[in-house]
């Protein structure tokens, strides 16, 4: 498949898809008799999780150290997979903050008249957010 229906299918500009081999996070491509980048299902399959690990918050230099370690360390797959959980990890945390701040932006939605009819009374007692909604 060529550069330009890889960048289509996947939703990626052809400058990314050339700049993510150029610094490491995918291999280089083979090349087909004319020396165009002849891309297979691995080759997609590679910009497929990079760009999915990308929109998740992952730096390039994750990405480059992930397609690195094929190439240095002893037990790629055992590396790479401690790579991925650590990554994991860290969007589950995010999940969680994300989460509790959806739930207080609907709270506050659901209750926001309520609130403004009681904003000019003296009697209401203020709720404590921070301890309802641990951010």
Do not use: C
Request: proline share 2%.
């Amino acid at each position: 498949m060529n550069i330009k229906t890889v960048a289509d299918t996947l939703d990626l500009t052809i400058d990314t898809i050339r700049y993510y081999e150029r610094i490491g996070v995918v291999p280089p491509v083979q090349r087909d008799k004319n020396g165009y980048r002849d891309y297979q299902v691995g080759d997609i399959n590679r910009l497929f999780v990079a760009k999915v690990l990308r929109n998740a918050g992952l730096s390039i230099e994750s990405l480059v150290e992930y397609a690195a370690l094929e190439q240095v360390s002893d037990n790629p797959l055992a590396a790479q997979k401690e790579l991925l959980q650590e990554q994991l990890d860290r969007l589950n945390l995010k999940l969680k903050e994300i989460e509790r701040t959806r739930d207080l932006l609907q709270y506050k939605v659901d209750t926001f008249d309520e609130r403004m009819d009681q904003r000019n009374r003296k009697d209401i007692e203020v709720e404590k957010l921070w301890e309802t909604y641990h951010l």
